[in-house]
Nanobody, 120 residues
Framework: EVQLVESGGGSAQAGGSLRLSCRFS?????GAWFRQAPGKAREGVAD??????NYADSVKGRFTISRDARKNTLYLQMDMLKPEDTAMYYC??????????????????WGQGIQVTVSS
C-alpha cells in the first residue's frame, strides 16, 4: 500500500507564501494536489509528470508543483496567497496518470490532509 505523509501548511496573511510537502512511500506513482473548502467539493489544484504540469485556473501563476526524486517528495509552493485559498489540502497518488481536470474518485491513495488558512 502506498503511504503519503503531508507536512507544511498552516496560516499566512494574504499575499504571503506557504509550502506543502508530501512524502511518498512509492515514488514512481503519479501524484497530485487537491483541496477542499468547507461546504465545497474536493477540487484538483495541480498535478505533474515529467515534462508538464497542470494547474487549476484559480491558482495559475501563483502555485508551483514540483518533485524531488531523491527525497521521494512532491511539493506545492503557494505564493501570493488569497483568503479563498483557505482549505484542507490533500496529496493524492495513483499508479496511472489522470486527465485534467482531475477527478478525486480516480485516485487510490490519499494523504491525511493539511489545513491552510489565509487571512486578509
Amino acid at each position: 500500500e502506498v503511504q503519503l505523509v503531508e507536512s507544511g501548511g498552516g496560516s499566512a496573511q494574504a499575499g504571503g507564501s506557504l509550502r506543502l510537502s508530501c512524502r511518498f512511500s512509492v515514488y514512481s506513482y503519479y501524484g497530485a494536489w487537491f483541496r477542499q473548502a468547507p461546504g465545497k467539493a474536493r477540487e484538483g489544484v495541480a498535478d505533474s509528470i515529467p515534462g508538464r504540469a497542470n494547474y487549476a485556473d484559480s491558482v495559475k501563476g501563483r502555485f508551483t508543483i514540483s518533485r524531488d526524486a531523491r527525497k521521494n517528495t512532491l511539493y506545492l509552493q503557494m505564493d501570493m496567497l488569497k483568503p479563498e485559498d483557505t482549505a484542507m489540502y490533500y496529496c493524492a497518488a495513483d499508479p496511472s496518470v489522470r486527465n485534467w481536470p482531475l477527478d478525486p474518485k480516480q485516485f487510490l491513495y490519499w494523504g491525511q490532509g493539511i489545513q491552510v488558512t489565509v487571512s486578509s
